[in-house]
């Protein structure tokens, strides 16, 4: 059984930063894709970034060029580095990974 557990959101003004970890258990995800989602209020949940098991990375046009996503296989953690926040990206931000999901870590954006 797979448990992803998703950490590091919270309030933060416009133009601010946050980290967001995914801490996966039960598999090693060396060797799998891993990807960030998020929802926000009223709205369907989105693809906001990808990392392959190679290292590939690929992002929503929304947040192209401030958020940078990475793993580090030794520890099964992804990250989502976000910077340059907008109000916009106030959201539930989940991590995934084959049919698995977290219970999501909320990121409000305040103007």
């Known amino acids: 059984q797979v448990q992803l557990v998703e950490s590091g959101g919270g309030l933060v003004q416009t133009g601010g930063s946050l980290r967001l970890s995914c801490a996966a258990s039960?598999?090693?995800?060396?060797?799998?894709?891993m990807i960030w989602y998020r929802q926000a209020p009223g709205k369907e949940r989105e693809f906001v970034a990808t990392?392959?098991?190679?290292?590939?990375?690929y992002y929503a046009d929304s947040v192209k060029g401030r958020f940078t996503i990475s793993r580090d296989n030794a520890k099964s953690t992804v990250y989502l580095q976000m910077n340059s926040l907008k109000p916009e990206d106030t959201a539930i931000y989940y991590c995934?990974?084959?049919?698995?999901w977290g219970q999501g870590t909320l990121v409000n954006v305040s103007s």
């Open positions: 995934n990974h084959d049919q698995y």
């Open positions: 990392i392959t098991s190679s290292g590939s990375t």
């Open positions: 039960g598999r090693t995800l060396s060797n799998y894709n």
